[in-house]
């Protein structure tokens, strides 16, 4: 258990990390951040719709599109994986629909097939392809964030702006804001009441396949750094917890960036504590976060919950013996 | 390229010199040679595809009877227990379940620093069991829905899984181990105590089915009734849960944590698209988990070393789909064909009806009535009515005279065409009488109802309206006296004609 757990040493884990020459360890904490913060605020509209398990669905499916963009371009550029990303989530989005308006089956077991058949063809193609396509399966699965510093670096002019993935997350993360900003109004009201926006004259099904488009190219910005299930946890893990912390949109909004940022600095200390994979840690301090604001919530939290029931439970004590 | 086997995170956060990266691609190298090793089939990359697919139709690899087992075993548990979650609209549970086992699994592993199929398997059920109770516990506290706390407890118990592995791949031991083997599923390293372990819990499942099927049954379909008769709903509900966790863990060798819900759902839902019975349903499940076991195992050992999950998943998919468009009763092609029939009926029927009207209109002097008769009536052109009648004419409803111009009723049309109209003026009068609706509002609503009415329901409307003969607008209804005209001309030679009194 010694060798597992390496023992806590507050300057490797704390200090080191920040003073390292290069500073490449700030490119990873950003990167983390933009991820986290992107697919945060894209999840909070996933949670409000009853649709966190089609983020789950798209964003395992993805993974045949990103192949396919792969074999086809034979490089890692932007614009196939974009393209490929956003064919497959489009085809996911399709393929769920087709089964459970066509078939008896239901619409939970139809997402349940669809990723997962898209997800298997992904890997297949990515472990038959092996030569050609530059993912391995290990980066299908938690990412290869630790990488981003040693990327070649995108300049304008003279000017070095960072290296290339964190430069794309972090246009995709201002776009993300702008159209949030932008549609605010238009996406409020089609996820509390899916009525008023049609009659408001809102087409429901064009802010449905926006949203879903906005979500597969997040989700592919996201997927090299994270990998394909982690992202889940990013989508889901902001706005759960900020929605446990506030009832006000903008509010949560806010704090789901907030979560992110804490969630990304924070699991990067701890994997430099653990020598684990980073992803993994911030989805981790993410979850441990989350487990704060459930219990530890002023409005619900089960501290508060426990509370509350046993004042109740007191003053029923009370009302009982006055009345007896 | 992995982050997992970097020799410590720290140094390779940061940016050092490309020859330390040496090192690293060694590790890799040796850990493709160990897994190589851990697949025990041997030097695959040789042989060719026949060779490959000869050996393993023989059997005589132990390897291979092992991992064919296996795989058979995993999916007959899998579909029995995915059918009950299917049914319960659940699916996405057993996906949780299946990824918050991978910390169960790190865990287990370091019990004792090897791939103990006991240890893993007490880990990984306790790890799944915790997730879905989590699952369940957010639900009751907080204000979350259900997809959020599934999707939450997903991917947080999986960041931990993968926390542990990749802490343990960093460990002098932990490379050769072929632990990351379950991610993806390698059926070629399935070894004799997982066989034996995957057949004990097998039987059990089957066992269990067998004896509390009755109560499985009545707690998926009725919950509320379950509990009304006395039966401990919640106990079996938590008994569902253990078995289905118990069938998870055993497919994760073979499947791997990330598709094993899928074996769980596809194979359930192919069945389910088959049958109405859950009898049935649950032995057809059980048998294309068995089918898409086999088949994944044999794919993938045909490949070099590649992971046996997708296979299987892809060939669950492949028997889904054929379920799915060629199913007798629920299929696409099914559904499509018996909605086309109905369509093309419902035209006769409408022409048939037209040819009643134009016969009605001239109070049902002379037999044929000509095509530029129908077309005015149906204000259609020549061709479309020349067309409707052919589809009658091979449908036995109408003969044909004069190069096709002249139409003229079988006793069989003549029937139908007094039935439809029947039925149509029936419901008028009970839409007006009844219902009290306008008689001006009332044809649009007969003009559907009229090629569905069944006979059983016309004895009824009659009565009802007491054998009314004439409907609200004034015309009469063909009783069954008019039906027997047609019939009795088909006594005659050349059935023609609605029939005149003979």
Sequence with gaps: MNELIPSFDFHRVFIEPWTQPGGGFIWIALMGFLVAAACGLVGNYLILRRMALVGDAISHSVLPGI????????????????????????????????????????????????????????????????????????????????????????????????????????????????????????????????????????NATVVHYALMSLLSVVVVSAFESVGAILVVAMLILPGATASLL????????????????LSSVLGIHLASWLNCSPAGAMVVMGAVLFCLAWIFSPSEGLLRRWQRGRSSQLANVETEEAGA | MSLSLAPGFATAAASFPRAHFRPLCAIVYLLLGATAHAARIGDISETSLWEQAVRFFTFQDPAVRYALIGSMLLGISCGLLGSFIVVRKMSLVGDALSHAVLPGVALGFLWNMSKDPVAIFIGATLAGLLGTAVVSLIKQTTRLKEDTALGLVLASFFAVGICLLTMIQRLPTGNKSGIDKFLFGQAAAIGSGDVKLMAVVTALVVVVMLVFYKEFLVTSFDAQFARAVGFPAQLIHYAQMLLLAFAVVIALQAVGVVLVSAMLITPAAAAYLLTDRMHRMLLLAALFGMMAG???????????????????????????????????RHGVLARWWRQRSRTLRVQRENTLKSIYHVLETREFKGEGVSLRELAERRRETLEEVAEQSQELRTHGQATLHEDGNQIFLTPDGWQRACAIVRNHRLWELYLTNEARMAADHVHEDAEKIEHVLGEETVRELERRLEFATKDPHGRSIPGLADMRKGAGASQRDELIGYGRQT
């Design chain 1, 67 to 202: 192949a396919i963009a792969f074999l086809f371009s034979g490089s890692r550029g932007s614009w196939p994986m974009f393209l490929g990303a956003l064919a497959a989530g489009l085809v996911t989005t399709v393929i769920i629909e087709t089964i459970h308006k066509k078939s008896r089956v239901k619409q939970d077991a139809a997402i349940g097939i669809a990723f997962t058949s898209l997800f298997a063809l992904g890997v297949i193609l990515i472990s038959v392809f092996a030569s050609k396509v530059d993912l391995d399966q290990e980066c299908v699965l938690y990412g290869e964030i630790a990488f981003v510093p040693l990327e070649e670096t995108v300049k304008l002019g003279s000017l070095v702006l960072g290296p290339t993935s964190v430069v794309r997350m972090g246009i995709v993360t201002l776009v993300t804001v702008a159209l949030i900003l932008l549609f605010y109004k238009e996406l409020l009201v089609s996820s509390f009441d899916p009525a008023l926006a049609v009659s408001l004259g809102n």
């Design chain 1, 246 to 261: 506030s009832q006000r949109l903008p509010v949560v909004l806010g704090l789901t960036v907030v979560h992110g940022a």
């Design chain 2, 294 to 328: 086999a088949l994944g195992a044999f794919l993938s050992f045909l490949g070099n070393n590649l992971p046996t999950g997708p296979f299987m998943v892809l060939a669950a998919t492949a028997v889904f789909t054929g379920a799915f468009l060629f199913g007798p």
